[in-house]
């Protein structure tokens, strides 16, 4: 069965076709520039933008996969988390075309989305696995067994921040472009990590070891930057980006890596947006390699946002003959993420 994936959460309108785990074709449009001179996505502009993308999307991905709207056998999407217009306008069209197609429809949980991801690219996850979703809005360490049919273990989360959330606040003190996380990615390459002790939230012994900190480590580069701006002095940009960096890849890496020795896993899977940054990719190499875990990390383009991730999670639930969502399943914008499949009924959105 082809199985066609809806993402609409936040600022991609993504689409992807996926068959026996496999990507045949997906296309994304992002509303990103159009939210860039407010500094952050705005819900009202992310929801109208999905509206104009969704359908040449979908066409897009379907053009690249050589098949027909009528060969579509089945129909996932992110339901929740996420913006509630934005969520909405992807529903919506879901719902369309899987009454118009007759064909069943699946409500899928955006994280489980991002875990799902790196199936395309390499295979299916071992069970158990340790995942690490570092994105814009998540930063959570999960235990996953099977994921369409098993709950999913909650190992930490991050108590404020997200590491994604960091890098794009913290680039703003630092006077890079929107988004935060490639910029610092790219001024990091000409800086020094060692050139400012960025604190490590959350790593002592007492600390819980999974959950995570980033709000202190926003602050600490803010007034850094401050201090330069009050001496008159000129900002070391790429220094603080490269430390800033240094100090998100080394918690993230080290709590990941102890997640795995202490529940006996042998593979880490790093997903969502930040699993981009070149240097928690290296960091991450490094410590896996040192402590004989696999590492699987998703191509750049299955790491961010996309239909196909959805897709992916919506091929698992229908081969594991997983029940449809009813035509009036709703959003459910702050979801908790447990199952993959995500199906509240009779709820008001
Ligand atoms: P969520 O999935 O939690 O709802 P989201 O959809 O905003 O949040 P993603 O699209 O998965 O998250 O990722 C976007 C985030 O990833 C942004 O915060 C962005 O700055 C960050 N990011 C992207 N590339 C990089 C990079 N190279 N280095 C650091 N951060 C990056
Ligand atoms: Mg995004
Ligand atoms: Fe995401």
Redesign the pocket.
């Known amino acids: 069965v082809v199985v066609l994936g809806i993402e609409s959460?936040?600022d991609?309108t993504g689409a992807g076709l996926v068959r026996d785990g496999r990507l045949l074709g997906h296309a994304v449009a992002s509303s990103m520039d159009e939210h860039a001179r407010y500094g952050g996505v705005v819900p009202e502009i992310a929801a109208r933008a999905h509206v104009h993308a969704l359908t040449p999307v979908v066409r897009r991905a379907l053009d690249e996969a050589g098949l027909r709207m009528s060969d579509i056998g089945a129909v996932a999407v992110t339901t929740g988390?996420?913006l509630s217009g934005a969520l909405q306008v992807g529903l919506a069209g879901a719902k369309s075309l899987a009454y118009a197609l007759d064909v069943p429809l699946h409500g899928v949980h955006?994280?489980a989305g991002?875990v799902a991801a790196d199936t395309l690219e390499h295979g299916p996850l071992p069970d158990p696995c340790v995942v690490l979703i570092v994105?814009?809005?998540?930063t959570s360490l999960l235990l996953v067994r099977d994921l369409a049919r098993d709950p999913i273990v909650h190992l930490g989360d991050t108590l404020d921040d997200?590491a994604?959330?960091c890098?794009?606040k913290v680039a703003r003190v630092f006077g890079l472009p929107y988004?935060?996380?490639?910029a610092?990615?790219r001024a990091a390459r000409d800086g020094d990590p060692a050139a400012v002790a960025f604190p490590r939230p959350l790593t002592g012994p007492r600390d819980a070891p999974y959950d995570f900190s980033f709000s202190g480590l926003k602050t600490a580069a803010a007034r850094w930057a401050e201090g330069h701006a009050r001496a008159g002095r000129e900002l070391p940009v790429a220094d603080g980006a490269a430390a800033l960096q240094e100090a998100v890849a080394d918690v993230l890496t080290r709590k990941a890596v102890t997640a795995c020795r202490a529940h006996g896993v042998g593979t880490l899977v790093v997903v969502?947006?930040?699993a981009?940054?070149?240097r928690?990719r290296a960091l991450a190499e490094e410590r896996c390699g040192a402590a004989g875990i696999e590492l699987r990390v998703p191509p750049l383009r299955l790491?961010?946002?996309n239909g196909a991730m959805i897709a992916a999670v919506g091929d698992l639930l229908v081969r594991a003959g997983a029940e449809a969502a009813p035509l009036d399943v709703s959003i459910d914008p702050s979801a908790p993420l447990e199952f993959a499949a995500l199906q509240p009924r009779g709820r008001a959105a």
């Open positions: 959460s936040c991609e988390p996420g955006h994280l991002h994105s814009g809005g998540h997200a994604g959330e890098f794009d988004p935060g996380g490639p610092v990615d969502g947006g930040v981009a940054n070149s928690v790491c961010t946002d």
